[in-house]
């Protein structure tokens, strides 16, 4: 379970540095931060994203129920790959016509659901156990 800790961490961090990116971005700019970062938008919900999977990250640990090491790691790996995805685009104007992302995007999306829905049903299996 230490994984949905290490992948809140993570998200956390990508979390903060895409804040300041922003804030350098708009705010602040920084000759060429301005022209790198190509999608604000885009990157808004990088930055949103990585909250929410560091928010469940964090809850499901916080649960106290035994979850499925491989679980957690996947939501771990799925839910840092995930918002990544979006960090990458608001740099890429091209990215959604390029197959490489496509499969990570795929991947990452595949990982991510394994774990969600493998913690999901022991968390259903917890409950109807403990009625």
Not at 14 to 32: C, E, N, Q, R, V
């Amino acid at each position: 379970m230490v994984a949905l800790l290490i992948g809140a961490v993570a998200c956390i961090t990508a979390l903060i540095l895409s804040a300041w990116l922003m804030t350098f971005a708009k705010w602040f700019p920084i000759k060429g931060v301005d022209e790198f970062l190509i999608d604000y938008k885009t990157m808004i919900r990088a930055h949103i994203d990585y909250a929410l999977m560091a928010l469940f990250g964090l809850g499901f640990y916080g649960l106290g129920i035994p979850l499925p090491a491989a679980a957690c790691i996947c939501l771990a790996v799925g839910g840092f790959t995930n918002p990544t995805i979006f960090t990458i685009a608001a740099f890429d104007t091209d990215f959604w016509s390029k197959k490489r992302w496509k499969v990570f995007t795929a991947l990452s999306f595949i990982v991510s659901t394994i774990g969600f829905m493998w913690i999901a049903f022991t968390i259903l299996v917890y409950a109807i156990n403990t009625l």
